[in-house]
């Protein structure tokens, strides 16, 4: 099998077992890379050489038995908001575009102390604002299914990268959605964790309060090893969670006899597709047959989760952006008039419309006399939905879910409409508010050939029963590659390369 | 649509946000502020009464460590990033007359 159709695991257990090279995997990686990003442009920013310096030195810890563990050597992908020391991190923002970090984010630092080696930064929409990564200044990147459409965002270029096997694996982040609609888009799995299980420290912040890193992987098992790896508890983020078991590797079985699982009618009305209702509920059987115990019920107030989404994460992306001003890194504007002018300037040219959008309706809704009727009203909702989640976890393990009403819309199609575009979002961004553990799964493709994700949510803490669900689904349906994917392997092959 | 956005609290806003507006993208705000309050106005459908304002969903408060210097120095590389520098500092333009 090719290197780079391996999965992380797969391909760790390999380099340990000296059949492959860390250097070898990092080289088709960048092969990989250079054949079929021209054309979908999931990074930003690829790091070739440093990449292969990264390979060549975690390949000597690993022939002297430093690094045993399976992800050591394997090549990773990193979203750009994720700050990598000496390697740039532009947040696909134009105020950032030169930035290059002295640190190295939190979660990173434990993939590297695995032994990752990381090969680039992916794209995304600007400043994980967007659900389609159409917003990055450094353009947009393309559906690895169907180049005429959308990767999902934000954390497109992650996806996309997963989905083209332009990595092994990716990070991503995910403040409304921003991992899982990607991963369902691009037919990858991708998980948003608990609030609190992996730092912060180093991810540009939006919405601190909803913000949270995860892994977006070729299967469960990755997504499982992943997540293992990353999760901590991180002085350096006071939101960061000391919780328990984090050994989410041992929940890769297929038991899911007597697990409840619950389907919110509410998620299943007017407005999704009914290709993808179907799917899902096809998923739903198969878990069934497997012991699982599948009932319907009301988990209500759902249309009130996006307008509480955009005025929570507006003012807290108001406020962390602030510290934009063209001062200390960053954009500074060319011509300005004193300090103030310097500031309006550098941010006006620096950010993009989307950004500019939310940072306005954000200073909006915490200015006196708006504070107590849209930010204050917004935060007793979201007690109202983490209420309504935990009513739903007294009775169920898991909701099931679809991760979005859609698969993948044609590029352009979107922007135009905002308020059109946030709906895109509404089974995901509840989560958030409620800080709970979410994973997008493919569960099928509709009858233009686009992955549809089912989406598994679970109560905090419970990421394990979220894996063995997912894993035993996972057991009952082929892997899906893209096309162009497995056109560039049979190429590869008739030309004689010993793949 | 409900909310009209005026002149005056578009150029308020734009002055709490630090941005400049060029007259197009003064009109598109109002538009797309008034939209996004009109739609965000719908939870004024839900009675909350006696709810507490969430902020965070776990109960952390005033999360302390102790006041030492972990990071290495790294003065140089930060400097590497300013738009200008002049003698080891950031530079700006004059303040202070």
Known sequence: MKITA??????????QAREISSVEATKEVLRQIDALDPIYHSYVTVAGEQALEQARAVQKAIDEGTLTGTLAGVPVAIKDNLCTRGLRTTCSSNILSNFVPTYTAQAVVNLEKAGAVIVGKTNMDEFAMGSTTETSFFGVTKNPWNPDHVPGGSSGGSAAAVALEECSYALGSDTGGSIRQPSSFCGVVGMKPTYGTVSRYGLIAYGSSL????????????????????????????????????????ALTEDVKGLRIGLPRDYYGDGLDGEIRDAIQKAAKELEKKGAVIEEFDLGLVSYAIPAYYVIASAEASSNLARFDGVKYGYRAKEYDGLHSMYK????????????????????????????????????????????????FERFDIILAPTAPTTAPKLGESLSDPIKMYLGDIYTISVNLAGLPAMSVPCGTDKNGLPIGMQLIGDCFTEKKLI???????????FARPAVVLERERKEREDGKNI | MANIISDETIEYVAILAKLELSPEEKEAAKKDMG??????DQLNELDTTGVEPMSHIFPISNVFREDVVTNTDVREQMLANAPKQKDGSFQVPRTVE
């Open chain 1, 211 to 250: 913000d949270q890193i995860g892994p977006i992987s070729k299967n469960v098992t990755d997504c499982a090893a992943i997540l293992e790896a990353i999760a901590s508890y991180d002085p350096k983020d006071s939101t960061s969670v000391r919780r328990g078991d984090t050994r989410f590797t041992e």
């Open chain 1, 468 to 478: 063995r669900a997912a894993y035993a689904f996972e057991k009952t349906r082929e």
């Open chain 1, 6 to 15: 391996l999965g992380a695991v797969e391909l760790g257990k390999k380099i």
């Open chain 2, 35 to 40: 939209e996004m309050l009109d739609y965000i």
């Open chain 1, 345 to 392: 300037k550098s941010r006006s040219e620096g950010f993009g419309a989307e950004v500019k959008r939310r940072i306005m309706l954000g200073s909006f809704v915490l200015s006196s006399g708006y504070y107590d009727a849209y930010y204050l009203k917004a935060l007793r909702t979201k007690a109202l939905m983490k209420q309504a989640f935990d009513k739903a």
